[in-house]
């Protein structure tokens, strides 16, 4: 496993342009110009992004619902269904070989559930894995959203942690497919608003501890 990662911390970006850089950075990753790398970001304007298989249906609100909340809509490569991303939501895209990792598919995501359950463990939240589905819960509600691509033994795309999220944005969507569960922020479960910076931080910190950085 190599020991290097470079984290880019962005602060608030939109999304477009994180895509495209996310896009530069595995093809630099797949010819080895550039180690690891994590970027770190906030989505602002806020976004609904639709993976390979998602459903169209699955965006609950019109176009000119949309417009007027500013959201705009974007598929792309990764797994999974529909999600969110906005402000006060820590998104993280690792661009990593996972064959230079020694890690497959599978071993991966578990670790990247790992890392953001010991990051909320920090915060005094006791979060966990549901086998049903990919993500990270508290209790019935979806506190994390995974989703990833790996292209040519490069993974792309990541995780969204809800920090302090306007909750409100989910109303529009079927979040990543799934019906009948809700979704949660950790202002929300500890009633307190907590820097992105520290939550950042921790973040770090645990991929670090986890993938042997």
């Not at 790398?37 to 639709?50: G, I, N, Q, R, S």
């Not at 690792?94 to 909320?120: K, N």
């Amino acid at each position: 496993m190599t020991k290097g990662c470079e984290v880019l911390a962005l602060g608030r970006r939109a999304y477009g342009p994180v895509l495209a850089l996310q896009r530069e950075l595995v093809e630099k990753r797949q010819r080895g110009a550039i180690g690891d790398t994590l970027v770190l970001v906030e989505h602002d304007p806020p976004v609904f992004t639709l993976g390979r298989n998602a459903e169209g249906s699955h965006i609950l609100a019109d176009e000119s619902a949309l417009r007027r909340r500013g959201v705009a809509v974007h598929r792309i490569e990764r797994g999974g269904d529909v999600t969110f991303h906005g402000p006060g939501q820590l998104v993280g895209y690792p661009i990593v070989d996972l064959r230079a990792a020694g890690l497959g598919v599978r071993r991966y995501i578990a670790a990247l559930q790992e890392v953001l359950i010991r990051t909320l463990a920090r915060f005094d939240i006791e979060a966990a894995c549901d086998p049903a589905y990919t993500g990270v819960w508290v209790g019935a509600d979806k506190i994390a959203a995974i989703g990833v691509r790996v292209k040519r033994g490069v993974t792309m795309h990541g995780f969204a942690l809800n920090v302090s999220a306007d909750l409100g944005y989910y109303d529009l969507i079927v979040p990543c497919g799934i019906r009948g569960r809700g979704v949660t922020s950790m202002q929300k479960l500890t009633g307190r608003v907590h820097r992105m910076d520290a939550v950042r931080d921790a973040v770090v910190a645990e991929v670090r501890r986890e993938l042997g950085r």
